[in-house]
């Protein structure tokens, strides 16, 4: 999955505009345009696609976790130079509040089956002996799941 991808599938799922998403994207010091965000969200076959680095992804779930779960006293954590899912997973874990059993029920919901083990060898740090890279799959079906749980049904509805 790309950067680019999860931040669309996000938007989508919590119906973000453009003000909060630009707000999210950015910091105090370092402000993305709308052109930017609106680069960074479009399809990969559209000629003005940008790819978002990884350091601004980071930002995005920083602030989303900022947002949701309020600004931590003291000292804000490093930004990632280098995001892999397990740490995508994990800042989206951390934002939502959600405890293992939530994200059990969500992968269940997109019909993906994963075991509470399987779900915490995902969390450990790398190089613990249990540690377990998150695939593109996995982080995939949770995306479709957290948009099953969050998306307001009522849109499925205005479609019909």
Not at 4 to 28: A, C, H, P, Q, V
Not at 113 to 131: D, N, T, V
Request: charged share 35%; with cysteine; net charge positive.
């Amino acid at each position: 999955m790309t950067n680019n991808d999860i931040l669309r599938r996000i938007r989508y799922t919590f119906d973000f505009d453009d003000s909060k998403m630009m707000g999210l994207l950015s910091l105090e010091e370092e402000p993305v345009t709308r052109d930017q965000m609106s680069d960074w969200l479009k399809k990969e076959d559209d000629p003005a696609y940008q790819a978002i680095n990884d350091k601004h992804l980071a930002i995005f779930l920083n602030n989303l976790i900022d947002e949701n779960r309020g600004k931590k006293e003291g000292a804000q954590p490093q930004l990632e130079k280098h995001l892999t899912n397990n740490i995508i997973f994990k800042k989206l874990r951390i934002a939502l509040n959600l405890k293992d059993d939530d994200i059990l029920e969500m992968m269940e919901s997109a019909g993906f089956s994963i075991s509470k083990h399987e779900l915490s060898a995902l969390f450990r740090k790398k190089g613990h002996k249990h540690h377990r890279v998150c695939k593109d799959q996995i982080l995939r079906n949770f995306l479709q799941g957290m948009q099953k749980k969050y998306r307001p049904k009522d849109y499925y509805k205005q479609e019909e």
